[in-house]
């Protein structure tokens, strides 16, 4: 009796091995797009569709590059290895000519202008050096974080809730930052150099900065 | 007769896997081979880029689910 259990028990193992086997991350995939596009179809929601597809594009070339924007940093002052700070130099020239023109229509249609425009000031700095701290303790940013996960990588679980805790806890106290550092005037430069002047010092420092990190290549070579 | 010297970094997370790395490379003699498991993928990308700038010999492989194998062997280059 004790012998026929086993073999029931271990032949439906291999039943259950043989379906879960059959399961690949590529089929898993087209699984996932085919629902979303059904539900796309019922909600008649195909902005949230592209969306959705732009997001998992930019998501598979942040896996597949390992682009990660701790290291750009991290691995510039520790191993002299600034590829990663040169990507992200050239990141911020594209999204400066991208954002100049969404930001140059809403203003000449007399719109707000959209983007993170910020006031500047000391808590800059300190909250720069927190989220620095962070981010290089838990081994990398939040969209590294994010494409990790993705990846199965159970630590980065934690990681999130620790952002999902600090997110929180901002959003909670959000009317206490506004109240206190909202009143701070945000630096926008086409305000004072206007937009041709301001995204042409944006170029230049940005330019600068990729010269000195071509400099740093070289010297180490 | 080089030797070879192995590096179990399964669990470590950037940057401290290269670091480890660093330090075992110098002290093992030129010529030695140093094979090396790591499961941070960006750990992976490091260690090549390092490998290329000083000019260490290396190959890459997955040999399993999310754990990749790195196998190092020094150069008689001197490090910068």
């Not at chain 1, 203003?107 to 800059?124: D, V």
């Not at chain 1, 701290?133 to 990681?159: T, W």
């Not at chain 1, 701070?184 to 010092?201: M, Q």
Request: hydrophobic share 55%; net charge positive; aromatic share 12%.
């Amino acid at each position: 009796m004790k012998t026929l259990i086993k073999l029931r028990s271990a032949s439906f193992l291999a039943f259950a091995e043989r379906f879960i086997l059959l399961i690949t991350p590529a089929k898993m995939g087209i699984a996932a797009i085919g629902m979303l596009v059904l539900w796309a179809a019922f909600q008649s929601a195909w902005d949230n569709l592209v969306l959705w597809l732009l997001g998992a594009l930019l998501g598979f070339c942040l896996h597949r590059a390992r682009f990660c924007l701790a290291a750009a940093f991290r691995d510039a002052v520790l191993f002299r290895d600034i590829s990663l700070s040169k990507a992200m130099i050239i990141i911020f020239f594209v999204s400066t000519i991208g954002f100049a023109f969404i930001q140059f229509r809403a203003y000449s249609l007399g719109l707000p202008i959209p983007g993170n425009i910020h006031p500047i000031g000391f808590h800059t700095v300190i909250g720069a050096f927190i989220f620095g701290v962070g981010m290089v303790l838990a081994g990398g940013c939040v969209c590294s974080m994010l494409a990790r996960l993705g990846e199965g990588y159970v630590l980065a679980l934690f990681i999130l809730l620790g952002i999902m805790a600090g997110s929180l806890a901002g959003a909670y106290n959000v009317g206490w930052w506004e109240a206190t550092i909202g009143s701070i005037k945000p630096v926008f430069f086409p305000d004072y150099l206007g937009w041709a002047g301001g995204i042409t010092l944006q170029f230049l420092a940005l330019g600068l900065l990729y010269l000195l990190c071509a400099r740093i290549e070289r010297k180490r070579l | 007769m080089a030797a070879s010297h192995f590096l179990d970094l399964v669990g470590e997370i950037c940057p401290v896997p290269l670091i480890i790395i660093q330090k075992k490379v110098a002290d093992i003699e030129a010529g030695d081979s140093l094979l090396i498991e790591t499961d941070y993928p960006r750990a992976v990308r490091n260690i090549m880029d390092w490998c290329r700038n000083n000019a260490h010999l290396y190959s890459v492989e997955e040999k399993g689910k999310g754990i990749w194998r790195i196998i190092l062997i020094k150069s008689e280059a001197k490090p910068f």
